[in-house]
C-alpha cells in the first residue's frame, strides 16, 4: 500500500543545487522514517539522511558535510532533500526509502532518480 515517487532530478554543473522530492502514501506517517540513499554504477548503496515524521530530527551520512538537508511537508506528504555544492562524485540515482521506526529495514523504495553532476 506504501507508495514513493521520487522527483527533481536532473543535469547540474559542479557548485549547482538540486531539490529533490519524495512524495509518499499509503503509510501512517508518525510510525515511519523517511531515508533518502543514492547510488552509483558500480558502487555500493550510500545513506544519505533520513528524517523522522514523528518529531522530524534528521540524520545525515557522514559525506554530507553540510551540504544536504532534509525537510518535510506534512501536509503535501513530501520530503525534500536540498542539495547545494554538488560535486560530480555525487552523480547517482537517488531513492527515498521508508522505514518503520522500530525495524532496522526499509521496506518500501521509490523508483530512484537521476542526478548528474558535470565538471
Known amino acids: 500500500q506504501v507508495q514513493l515517487i521520487e522527483s527533481g532530478g536532473g543535469l547540474v554543473q559542479a557548485g549547482g543545487s538540486l531539490r529533490l522530492s519524495c512524495a509518499a502514501s499509503?503509510?501512517?506517517?508518525?510510525?515511519?522514517?523517511i531515508g533518502w540513499f543514492r547510488q552509483a554504477p558500480g558502487k555500493e548503496r550510500e545513506f544519505v539522511g533520513s528524517i523522522s515524521w514523528n518529531n522530524g530530527n534528521t540524520y545525515y551520512g557522514e559525506f554530507v558535510k553540510g551540504r544536504f538537508t532534509i525537510s518535510r511537508d506534512n501536509a503535501k506528504k513530501t520530503v525534500y532533500l536540498q542539495m547545494n555544492s554538488l560535486k560530480p562524485e555525487d552523480t547517482a540515482v537517488y531513492y527515498c526509502?521508508?522505514?518503520?521506526?522500530?525495524?532496522?529495514?526499509?521496506?518500501?523504495w521509490g523508483q530512484g532518480t537521476q542526478v548528474t553532476v558535470s565538471s
Open positions: 526509502a521508508a522505514r518503520l521506526i522500530i525495524t532496522n529495514s526499509y521496506n518500501y
Open positions: 499509503g503509510i501512517t506517517f508518525s510510525s515511519y522514517l
